[in-house]
């Protein structure tokens, strides 16, 4: 004899409340994975890390290759123009602070994942003298100036490059696809 046992009857609970507290514990279970993968989605710019430039930079600028510059087969010494995420240097900066100098990184990391700060993929950036910039933290820039190496770091939290009496503009990811692949 097989016995039928019915728990939501049991407790005196009817379907629909046992449902809506079952769409309640999903929701509250799922609301906050679906919320951080938004987040995460929403705040992640294109890595430029990989990518290699398919023209030439205009005005005889070297366009730098970010993938190049661990194997050291960038011209140092030379003029160069570089594309990457603006970020703060050694100091705390915030949004709108007028700036002489930042990092540039390839990438730009996201809300909940900083960007990665390997001393042999940043480059500082050092305007030239009078100039500065409103810093923007993460926006894609333009940065061309005479590149050289910075002497090696010990600690390893120091950019090992950086573009001297550097000019900065604001970029547009469309630059992406026109300058690299």
Known sequence: MAVRVNAAKDLGVSRSEANSALIRVIAITCVPVLGTLLAI??????????????????????????????????????????????LENDRPLHTGDWVRDFVLLPDAGNILHPAH?????????????????????????????????????PAGVQPLYHLDEARVKKADKSDIARYFR
């Open 41 to 86: 989605v929403s705040t992640t710019e294109p890595d430029l890390s990989s990518l290699t430039p398919i023209r030439r930079a205009p005005d005889g600028y070297a366009l730098l290759n970010w993938f190049a510059l661990p194997q050291g087969r960038i011209s140092t010494e030379a003029p160069a123009q570089a594309l990457g995420y603006m």
């Open 117 to 153: 700060r390997i001393p042999d993929q940043m480059i500082a950036i050092r305007l030239r003298e009078g100039e500065q910039i409103q810093f923007s933290p993460r926006s894609l820039v333009w940065a061309w100036g005479i590149f050289r190496e910075s002497p090696a770091d």
